[in-house]
């Protein structure tokens, strides 16, 4: 079991060191038991209403359930709530997501949490301005997006100046939706790296993709009415 988990946390270990949370340790002696069967400390352990105490713990950027004392691990896979359906540990991923990172965009009342979505988008996509006009006018919605120069070097210089603009969301939008090139400095600190490794930890290959609240990964452009019935 150590042989063929650990690989896998160590594997999907970029998260984990980009997102910065509080760390929660229901368990210390648990926390113990995983960091040395699966050589990861864990950032968190929480223990959960469901099978009579599984514990969910994040470490190595991956969550999965164990016992009380660690004598077996669920990796990999989705708990699931009995009653409400919800996809419990796809919410808890976007919730461990590195949000500081992205650019924020908040509708009407933003949508209270069920209509959020992740996009990872590059300035000099095609596909990705149209999306972005397309999220612009949704109604009652949260978007996170998360740039990552893709396409080529110029990408790079306007997604800095972009990130380094007084109001990061006006500068997108200026580009992406009137065309209007970002000036100004590109030499402030970023996050473009961390988001380039994050979407490659993620499986995102190309732009633009989305991730929604279910924690279901959409690659290429969708228009609005096809997200509205997805969100449903």
């Not at 997102?19 to 699966?38: D, G, W």
Request: aromatic content about 6%; some cysteine; charged content about 20%.
């Amino acid at each position: 079991m150590k042989s063929i988990v650990k690989p896998l946390l160590v594997s999907l270990c970029l998260i984990g060191s980009m997102a910065v949370h509080a760390q929660e340790i229901a368990s210390p002696a648990l926390a113990n038991v995983v960091e040395k069967q699966l050589g990861v400390k864990p950032q968190r352990i929480v223990k959960t209403p469901y099978l009579g105490g599984l514990y969910e713990v994040y470490a190595g950027g991956e969550l999965f359930y164990t016992d009380e004392k660690g004598s077996a691990f669920l990796v990999g896979g989705s708990l699931i709530d009995g009653k409400t359906l919800r996809n419990i540990t796809a919410e808890q991923k976007l919730a461990l997501l590195p949000l500081q990172d992205a650019l924020k965009r908040v509708n009407g009342n933003g949508g209270g949490g069920k209509r959020t979505l992740i996009t990872f988008e590059d300035p000099n996509c095609g596909y990705c301005k149209k999306l972005t006009k397309e999220l612009a006018g949704m109604k009652d919605a949260t978007i996170y997006t998360f740039l990552v120069p893709m396409l080529s070097e110029d990408s790079l210089v306007k997604s800095k100046k972009i990130w380094c603009a007084p109001d990061r969301l006006k500068a997108f939008d200026d580009w992406m939706i009137h065309g209007k090139a970002p000036s100004g400095s590109d030499s402030c600190a970023n996050p473009l790296e961390r988001n380039s490794q994050l979407a490659q930890s993620m499986g995102v290959s190309g732009t633009p993709a989305i991730i929604f609240p279910n924690g279901r990964l959409a690659p290429g452009y969708i228009p609005l009415d096809k997200i509205e019935k997805m969100l449903k």
